[in-house]
């Protein structure tokens, strides 16, 4: 059984299905899946094509709640409050911000780095 206060990687599906450039997707509102045009969550890789795709990684949230937000431009605009030891799916983690969602269906934001245990 996996640690839950692991960051092992996780095991994800292996797409089975033909991939195949159909047509226009309606690209979703930032902030919903985890989706950026240069990174995407791998679960979404038979939908959206981007630059790269990442297995997350699991992280959870410190002794103090965190807010996840749309922006690391605009701290104000919070999508979520997540509780101490909510685990998180961390797709681009730098020394200031861990991007990321709470599942390939999301929210999708960004969390302080200082936030994680």
């Not at 797409?15 to 899946?33: F, H």
């Not at 797709?91 to 936030?115: E, H, I, N």
Request: a negative charge.
């Amino acid at each position: 059984m996996n640690d839950p206060h692991t960051n092992a990687p996780q095991a994800h599906p292996v797409q089975q299905d033909d991939l195949g450039l159909t047509g226009p997707v309606v690209w979703p509102a930032k902030g919903t899946l985890p989706l950026r045009r240069d990174l995407a969550h791998i679960e979404l890789a038979p939908r959206f094509l981007v630059a790269h795709y990442a297995v997350p990684t699991a992280m959870h949230i410190g002794e103090a709640p965190a807010e996840l937000i749309r922006s690391t431009k605009g701290e104000a605009d919070v999508i979520a409050r997540l509780e101490p030891g909510c685990a998180f799916q961390a797709l681009d983690v730098t020394t200031t911000w861990v991007w990321g969602c709470l599942g390939p269906d999301g929210p999708s934001g960004y969390v302080k780095r200082t936030a994680f245990a």
